[in-house]
């Protein structure tokens, strides 16, 4: 990862096209891997599961958002890919649902006998692996990517005198791995003549404060300018990133 980036006061809803939408959305029935083919001798081969379930693909941006706010990440993707062909990564596009893997598992190894009631100590132990996967692919996933995107909005984020907090344990992770992931500077820009000023390093009731310092925030009219200087440049793919980083050194 190089550069994080934090999106607000954005409106996504008109800004690609139908068709791009539409290839953004079918990717969520491509990945869908039975438990079936993970067990051998009765007992579930986990890294096998993991890199079935929770694969890590190629893309350039992280899109980091709300589950509520699928439908707008869906929109960024398709913006980034139609302006730019940049790949974004939504996990609910790409990955299964841990929720839906969770069911499966529980409903096979945690009933207890006779009853449609889930033994506690079990339900904890498979709730831990799932979550541990899940953690270690989106971790892999944010290191493996150059740009993070994350789109601040109400669903994502409580804001209250100036102290942000959010009710999302996953979201809570991932500006957590911004926060502490090495920043590595691509490539191409190391022969390029200009300086980089890396950045410092209906559910439970809980909020987690989180620390949204380490990323730079894009407003409305920074994200058309973005998009208007890389059109008349020319910029396509990584050029577009490279002229977002110049942007806001």
Not at 83 to 93: A, H, M, Q, T, W
Not at 100 to 129: A, F, M, V, W
Not at 142 to 154: D, M, P, Q, R, V
């Amino acid at each position: 990862m190089h550069r994080a980036f934090n999106i607000s006061n954005f409106d996504w809803a008109n800004q690609a096209t139908q068709s791009e939408v539409f290839k953004q959305n079918n990717n969520k029935e491509i990945v869908r891997e039975k438990l079936e083919s993970c067990i051998q001798n009765g007992i579930i081969d986990g890294t096998n599961l993991g890199t079935q379930w929770f694969p890590t693909v190629k893309a350039d941006v992280f899109i980091s958002h709300s589950h509520a706010d699928e439908d707008i990440a869906i929109r960024c993707a398709a913006w980034l890919k139609e302006n730019f062909g940049l790949e974004s990564f939504i996990d609910s596009c790409v990955w299964g649902h841990a929720d839906k893997l969770l069911k499966i598992i529980d409903d096979q190894y945690c009933l207890n006998p006779g009853s449609e009631t889930y033994d506690y100590q079990k339900r904890n132990q498979s709730t831990s692996h799932i979550h541990m996967m899940l953690a270690t692919a989106i971790t892999e996933m944010i290191n493996a990517t150059e740009c993070i995107f994350f789109l601040n909005s109400g669903n994502s984020i409580n804001s209250l005198d100036a102290i942000s907090k959010t009710k999302s344990p996953w979201l809570f992770y991932e500006l957590g791995v911004l926060r502490t992931i090495q920043r590595t500077v691509p490539a191409r820009l190391l022969t390029q003549n200009f300086t980089y000023l890396t950045a410092k390093s209906a559910a439970v009731p809980i909020e987690h404060t989180v620390q949204l310092t380490e990323l730079t925030t894009l407003k409305g009219g920074d994200i058309n300018f973005w998009c208007l200087k890389s059109l008349i440049t020319g910029a396509s793919k990584l050029k577009a990133l490279d002229i977002l980083y110049k942007m806001f050194p």
